[in-house]
């Protein structure tokens, strides 16, 4: 099942990567998942908020981003550290494409009107290796704080 998932994401979405070994979608995706599970705790609104925001960034069918779900989920369980998925961000996004991921991220950590010391330490880690200003973390975090 599991290389099945890989594959499928292999030869549909790897291209836009320019042959990395994640794609930018499934990149953003074990992202997401590494500030929802920050905290230790899986709740339903930030487990929406995760799926809604792959679903609309990267206009996902329901199979790929039931795929995309899974196989991020095993990626960020195996992963020793964030710099492989950001290394991806950084090769195919410019400054804009990563305000719009750190937004992503902020929407998932706040889903559940809670903001954990966790997630902020998490979501800092995740804007330095995508080399985003402070202002830009701070007012990235302050737009979604007051949604």
């Not at 899974?70 to 990626?75: A, E, F, I």
């Not at 998925?85 to 706040?110: C, H």
Request: overall charge negative.
């Amino acid at each position: 099942m599991i290389a099945s998932i890989q594959e499928w994401f292999t030869r549909h979405l790897e291209a836009e990567s320019d042959n990395s070994e994640h794609s930018i979608e499934l990149a953003t995706a074990v992202l997401l998942y590494e500030v929802m599970r920050a905290d230790n705790k899986f709740e339903q609104r930030e487990q929406d908020s995760y799926r809604q925001q792959l679903e609309s960034h990267f206009s996902l069918t329901s199979i790929e981003l039931e795929e995309l779900c899974k196989l991020s989920q095993l990626k960020a369980e195996g992963a020793a550290d964030y710099q492989q998925f950001t290394r991806v961000i950084n090769d195919v996004y410019g400054p804009s494409e990563k305000r719009a991921v750190l937004d992503m991220l902020w929407s998932v950590a706040y889903a559940d009107h809670q903001l954990s010391p966790d997630e902020d330490y998490t979501i800092r880690k995740i804007a330095d290796l995508l080399y985003l200003p402070h202002s830009q973390f701070i007012q990235s975090k302050l737009s979604i704080q007051s949604d």
